[in-house]
């Protein structure tokens, strides 16, 4: 599987960050087996996050949906959060490209800002998407780097699981109602 020169462009352009001495900042990839518009259909919805992050019970978007749009996320119980006020940096539709940066909110994920971009890829034979998700955050008080970064990952990890799963389980009815 190989990225095309626009797509190994685009992540130099925009998973790239510049974390202080207080940060850290790492990236994580998923490959999914559906086309990028079924992918892009979910990721770009900046104002329906619980479409498929499983950690997210509410999502409230203030005013109309644009760059620089609020949304106010409430968070499932279990979590050390309930709720995160979120602004939209970045949403790019020919590009693939959402940024998101976290304003507020009761939890330690202070500054802290994600990029995620969709490719499409061939996976089997089929139509698929490199999804590719980065950030920055600072690490709070108590904490390592690597606490820090296992944390953000991992639950960047549990979002583009369940991504691929709904994006999969939504491919599979498209093919079957073909």
């Known amino acids: 599987m190989e990225m095309e020169s626009s797509s190994l462009e685009c992540v130099k352009r925009h998973h790239k960050h510049h974390p202080a001495a207080h940060q850290c900042s790492s990236s994580v990839t998923k490959h999914i ?8 259909s979910l990721v770009r919805r900046f104002d329906q996050p619980q479409k498929y992050k499983p950690f997210v019970s509410r ?3 203030q005013g109309d949906l644009m760059i620089g749009s609020v949304r106010e996320v409430n968070v499932k119980s279990g979590l ?3 709720k995160s006020t979120e602004r939209l940096e970045l949403l790019d539709d020919t590009e693939h490209i959402l940024g998101v940066r976290i304003v507020g909110g009761d939890h330690r994920l202070k500054n802290y800002s994600s990029v995620i971009t969709v490719h499409p890829e061939v996976i089997d034979g ?3 998407t490199l999804v590719i998700e980065s950030f920055v955050v600072d690490v709070p008080n108590g ?3 690597d606490e820090t970064c296992y ?3 991992a639950l ?8 691929a799963e709904v994006s999969e389980r939504m491919a599979m009815l498209n093919r079957r109602q073909v």
């Open 33 to 40: 087996k559906a086309p990028v518009d079924i992918v892009w």
């Open 80 to 82: 050390p959060a309930t």
């Open 143 to 145: 904490n390592t780097i």
């Open 126 to 128: 089929r139509a698929g």
């Open 156 to 163: 960047i990890n549990c979002n583009l699981k369940s991504l």
């Open 59 to 61: 999502c409230v978007v």
């Open 151 to 153: 944390f953000v990952t």
